[in-house]
């Protein structure tokens, strides 16, 4: 059974910076996809961020240069790194992990997922 465990949310004041970390177990090897998706208030999920198997990384146009996805396979772990936050960054943030997918912004591609941690950023 996979399973997907959040943490590291919180609440920051705009330009400040929070880092993500989704530990996954339940997986035999390394070889799965995993994103980032977030969930504003009132509004529906969107992908931010993935990476694959081999440590490439993709990125929502919305926060490119602000985010960074990264990946420790010993420990199972990925993390996400954010700065420069702004108001608009405020969700619920859920990894997500499946073997393939495609494209990987699109949540229905996504067997497994988190319960999410919260993140909140203030003007």
């Known amino acids: 059974q996979v399973r997907l465990v959040e943490s590291g949310g919180g609440s920051v004041q705009a330009g400040g910076s929070l880092k993500l970390s989704c530990a996954a177990s339940?997986?035999?090897?390394?070889?799965?996809?995993i994103a980032w998706f977030r969930q504003p208030p009132g509004k529906g999920r969107e992908g931010v961020a993935g990476?694959?198997?081999?440590?490439?990384?993709s990125y929502a146009d919305s926060v490119k240069g602000r985010f960074t996805i990264s990946k420790d396979n010993s420990e199972n772990t990925v993390y996400l790194e954010m700065n420069g936050l702004e108001p608009e960054d405020t969700a619920m943030y859920y990894c997500a992990s499946d073997v393939w997918v495609d494209p990987w912004y699109e949540e229905s591609e996504y067997m497994y997922w988190g319960q999410g941690t919260q993140v909140t950023v203030s003007s």
């Open positions: 339940g997986y035999s090897d390394n070889r799965y996809y």
């Open positions: 990476i694959d198997r081999s440590g490439e990384a």
